[in-house]
């Protein structure tokens, strides 16, 4: 079963607009990670923020995390058409696997 | 390519066949999963491996899955009588053994249950 839920489930924006999507999850974690997916091809890993941080940059990718209320949320500031895929939340606890959420499926139009 | 490599990338198969999959890790990781990724889902985890231990199975990995990594390097995924329910997108991804952890996916096999 799936532990996480992303926030919307669709986005569409225009290039240039910020995008953010949410994550809650349900049980404590260790970490939380962000994964993209494009149409038809392997997720990609974007950025991991450990249970003990509240907020990480990687480039335009803005990460927040609060475990009291057991959410997290992804930024992506100036958006571009490269940015269309779906994002992914997957939490990781004490055991090594990773429990993905449903996804948000972002599309940016140029 | 040094990534994450699977075989085939798609494959249609008549219910009842076996099928079987291959994924090739990037060769310093010796944490090796497999997950299942259906339409409009997140990919579930099925089993992961460290070296060629089998350390972790999902509920979802019925007795018809069996999966292999013999030598701590590659890893092999059988589907016995296959089911049209099988019919999914399946990844593998690998990670190095550490407390935190990125997991680099491969390009997935797709397979069809006819």
């Known amino acids: 079963s799936q532990q996480g839920e992303e926030d919307p489930q669709a986005l569409s924006i225009q290039e240039g607009e910020n995008a953010t999507m949410n994550c809650s999850y349900k049980t404590s974690i260790n970490n939380l990670q962000w994964y993209r997916q494009n149409s038809g091809r392997g997720l990609v890993h974007l950025i991991l923020?450990?249970?003990?941080?509240r907020e990480k940059h990687s480039g335009r990718l803005r990460v927040t995390l609060d475990t009291s209320k057991k959410s997290s949320s992804l930024l992506i500031t100036a958006s571009r058409a490269a940015d269309t895929a779906s994002y992914f939340c997957?939490?990781?606890?004490?055991?090594?696997?990773?429990?993905f959420g449903k996804g948000t499926k972002l599309t940016v139009n140029p | 390519d040094t990534g994450v490599s699977q075989n085939p990338r798609h494959k249609i198969t008549k219910r009842g066949q076996n099928v079987t999959f291959r994924c090739d890790p990037i060769?310093?990781?010796?944490?090796l999963y497999w997950y299942r990724q259906t339409l409009g889902q997140g990919p579930e985890f099925l089993t992961y491996?460290?070296?060629?231990?089998?350390?972790?199975k999902s509920r979802l990995l019925s007795d018809r899955f069996s999966a292999e990594r013999p030598k701590g390097s590659f890893s092999t995924l059988e589907i016995q009588r296959t089911e049209q329910g099988d019919s999914a997108m399946y990844l593998c991804?690998?990670?190095?053994?550490?407390?935190?952890?990125?997991?680099?996916f491969g390009p997935g096999t797709r397979l069809t249950v006819t």
């Open positions: 491996f460290q070296n060629e231990a089998q350390l972790e």
């Open positions: 997957a939490t990781g606890g004490g055991s090594e696997k990773l429990v």
């Open positions: 060769s310093e990781h010796n944490r």
């Open positions: 923020i450990r249970s003990n941080e």
């Open positions: 991804a690998s990670s190095l053994a550490r407390e935190y952890y990125e997991q680099y």
